[in-house]
């Protein structure tokens, strides 16, 4: 009986410690792994956190954190055919991360890309689940190129709503500052 009941407890116990408590996601272990190069990217120093980024990449080809990160950097030092390479393999290896969709729509759309960048900004906003308001305001940018000024009116006052101030901005300029909406 207490054989049973200790397999019972030991069974229990593994079930816990597997399903329960060790539930992280590779793409969370590796941004606890490569913290310091992400501080790096949070403090804007791009060039630094690009060289850890690179070495990184080198190590783990496994790694969608290093590859949407690399992209990050790629972008943000004026690089958007490689950010779009880093982020396109990021997302091949993790669907799931949604800053990846946000800075890829923005390499397409600085490359005048504007309906793919449309389409990256709406899986933006979807993997934000809507409370992200930088992904809200480039998906109207996106829809301002494509003449799709209504939706892109309500995106904007959606992202206000979230607390964005350059949609407030945005909806201040032509088109929409000559033109009521009913």
């Known amino acids: 009986m207490e054989v049973a009941l200790l397999g019972f407890l030991f069974v229990v116990y593994l079930f816990v410690r597997y399903f329960v408590i060790d539930h992280d996601t590779p793409a969370e272990k590796d941004r606890l792994r490569f913290a310091e190069g992400i501080q790096l990217v949070q403090f804007h120093r791009y060039e630094e956190a690009f060289v850890y980024f690179n070495q990184v990449v080198k190590q783990c080809p496994k790694s969608s954190i290093a590859f949407a990160y690399r992209g990050k950097c790629h972008l943000r030092n004026g690089n958007p055919y490689s950010a779009l390479f880093d982020l396109t393999v ?25 309906g793919e960048a449309f389409k990256e900004f709406d899986k933006a906003v979807w993997y934000f689940r809507g409370q992200q308001p930088d992904a809200i305001r480039w998906r109207a940018l996106a829809r301002m190129q494509l003449d799709q000024y209504g939706p892109a009116r309500n995106d904007l006052i959606r992202a206000i709503e979230l607390g964005d101030e350059n949609s407030a901005y945005l909806l201040k300029q032509p088109p929409f500052s000559n033109v009521i909406f009913s």
């Open 90 to 114: 990021a997302l091949s290896l993790d669907n799931t991360i949604p800053d990846s969709y946000l800075d890829k729509g923005i390499a397409l759309f600085q490359l005048g890309q504007f």
